[in-house]
């Protein structure tokens, strides 16, 4: 057999590597580094291999050797912060960022970069307080500097928006201040640019996400873009370059070929993303998630159309005054909740989706369904506050015989995070804790029709999950406060009529209700009633889409 020579090597190993498949690569360019361990050319390869795939303890002890031998390698010090940053070691990339600030190999960005970072899963109460002030504090500084960063050469701050909403605090005035300093820092995001409708036309509208695609938002969102009426309505959906191409995404290409809508790509330069809308003239932007995407953040803070309006897909405010509305239901606000945000609440009866009953191949039996003493809070780990922790554990205390269900992260990162928290807590029975890996769509429903009772996290709960629980009918306990982020469960249940709806008013209540309901006795029955009144009011909502018409037209 003839051997292959180590250049034939490494062109296979890059191969695998154009082509996705990381694991042969990385075995591949981990074969060359026996003979020649020092070579950069094979080390810069196997650290995106590992990079790419996920691997980031594994990537972040190659890019150590790559610092070692040419710590002036390009944009090795970046590369580097990233991989802290998916691992979630805050505290050490504000440590590499300094050095590499100190040697000169990192931009002018990375001083304001590192006092903006926010872990994902924090320690604790402190912890938030801690960053939440070095935030503030950066925010002040930008103020009253008179610098300039350049968007478009990459010098693009990552700001918290996302991460710092995932608490119990009020962010509105750190949001207003974020606004005011990045459009001191990017001049770019002082553009205005409005265009008045012509009398007969119809009205263009255009829809931005990245994630018009097999994602939450595509989900909530797709039939109530499609409830629109063409002979009113000229419609846009503004994907992102790095919108991944899946069933909902292709569900909007053939409303093209059906000529209902138009899909572009925005280009990735922000002055070209400008150009754009200039150039198209919309009447209205609507933004379905604003601070999931930093790229589609950033444009949500210049004035690209008369009415721009943001929703539910992350229920937080921007504090910025380019947003003028915000879309919810009555059912999602209090007397309180308007004084949080920057936006005017633009309210309609029902919660402003049309949500299709979700379709599942193999359900489960009546007997899966009757189990007692099964909780779950199928959350992403990043939604877990420190408070509640202290929840999950007395809940285990007051139920015996109780298991709780929770879902590792995919790199396990947050899982791990997450444990070391709990084993800080007294008597918190961790062998009765399952983690459960990542599940397929199926799996999950079922897993959620197994459970007695879910958990809505503190803060920040449950959304899309709480629909596809409705499939089966679990109940989930719920604590909502002022914040539209913590009521989207307590608003389904209204919109659902249900009676005596499992929504408390403190964590004692939570951790009581929570246990009576895992052990009733005619726990089936419970369940059948919510799915009954699910699909009733909840699911195919299409007088949702009737309303979403009106209050688009009435903007006009």
């Given at each position: ?45 196997l ?14 002890n ?88 350049s ?15 995932y608490?119990q ?40 996400s990245?994630?018009?695609?097999n ?15 063409q002979?009113k ?24 070929k059906?000529?209902f ?6 280009p ?9 809308f ?33 929703s ?13 509305y915000?879309l919810?239901s ?7 909740t ?29 007997n ?17 506050h ?8 007395e809940?285990?205390?007051?139920d ?18 997450l ?17 459960l890996?990542?599940l397929?769509?199926?799996?999950y ?27 089966y ?54 369940k ?13 909502t ?15």
């Amino acid at each position: 057999m003839k051997k292959i020579s180590t250049e034939e090597l490494f062109k296979i190993a890059y191969s695998h590597l154009q082509n996705k498949n990381y694991s042969k690569s990385i075995e591949l360019f981990n074969k060359i580094l026996t003979n020649y361990p020092e070579n950069l050319s094979v080390l810069r390869n196997l650290l995106h291999a590992y990079a790419f795939s996920g691997d980031f303890n594994n990537a972040e002890n190659t890019i150590k050797k790559v610092i070692k031998i040419n710590e002036k390698e390009p944009h090795v010090y970046q590369f580097y912060a990233s991989i802290l940053k998916n691992q979630d070691k805050i505290d050490e990339m504000i440590n590499l960022i300094q050095e590499g600030l100190n040697k000169n190999l990192m931009n002018s960005k990375w001083k304001y970069q590192k006092e903006l970072l926010f872990p994902v899963v924090v320690k604790d109460n402190q912890e938030i307080n801690k960053f939440r002030e070095k935030i503030n504090n950066c925010y002040d500084q930008i103020l009253k500097n008179n610098e300039q960063l350049s968007y478009d050469n990459d010098q693009i701050i990552q700001t918290p928006h996302y991460e710092s909403s995932y608490n119990q605090h009020d962010n509105l005035e750190l949001n207003i201040k974020s606004v005011k300093a990045l459009r001191k820092i990017y001049k770019e995001l002082n553009e205005n640019f409005v265009t008045e409708k012509n009398e007969n036309e119809k009205i263009k509208i255009g829809f931005i996400s990245e994630f018009f695609t097999n994602h939450t938002i595509g989900k909530l969102f797709k039939n109530i873009i499609f409830s629109l009426d063409q002979t009113k309505f000229d419609i846009f959906i503004l994907h992102s370059k790095k919108t991944k191409v899946g069933n909902i995404f292709n569900e909007f290409i053939e409303k093209e070929k059906n000529s209902f809508l138009k899909n572009v790509r925005l280009p990735e330069k922000l002055s070209e993303k400008i150009n754009f809308f200039k150039e198209e003239k919309f009447n209205i932007l609507f933004y379905p998630d604003i601070g999931m995407s930093i790229e589609m953040y950033y444009l949500s803070l210049i004035r690209l159309a008369k009415y721009q309006i943001m929703s539910w897909g992350h229920p937080e405010t921007t504090g910025s005054e380019s947003i003028d509305y915000f879309l919810c239901s009555k059912s999602l606000i209090t007397e309180e909740t308007s004084k949080s945000y920057s936006e005017k609440l633009l309210l309609m009866d029902h919660l402003p989706m049309i949500y299709e009953i979700p379709k599942i191949q193999h359900k489960i039996n009546d007997n899966e369904l009757s189990k007692n003493n099964i909780y779950s809070c199928p959350q992403t780990i990043f939604k877990f506050h420190p408070d509640f922790d202290y929840i999950l554990s007395e809940i285990l205390k007051r139920d015996k015989k109780g298991v709780l269900y929770l879902i590792k992260d995919n790199n396990k990162i947050y899982y791990n995070k997450l444990i070391e928290r709990f084993k800080k807590i007294e008597n918190f029975d961790l062998e009765r804790v399952i983690f459960l890996d990542p599940l397929n769509r199926d799996n999950y429903i079922n897993h959620l029709g197994t459970s007695s009772v879910l958990l809505d996290p503190l803060y920040f709960g449950a959304g899309n999950s709480f629909h596809e629980s409705m499939v089966y009918g679990t109940p989930t306990v719920t604590l909502p406060t002022k914040f539209i982020k913590s009521r989207i469960v307590s608003a389904a249940y209204i919109q659902m009529e249900i009676e005596s709806p499992p929504i408390v008013k403190n964590k004692n209540e939570y951790i009581e209700l929570a246990t009576e309901i895992a052990n009733k006795k005619n726990l089936l029955d419970t369940k059948k009633y919510y799915q009954i009144k699910a699909r009733e009011k909840l699911f195919n909502t299409f007088e949702a889409g009737e309303e979403f018409n009106k209050i688009l037209l009435n903007l006009n």
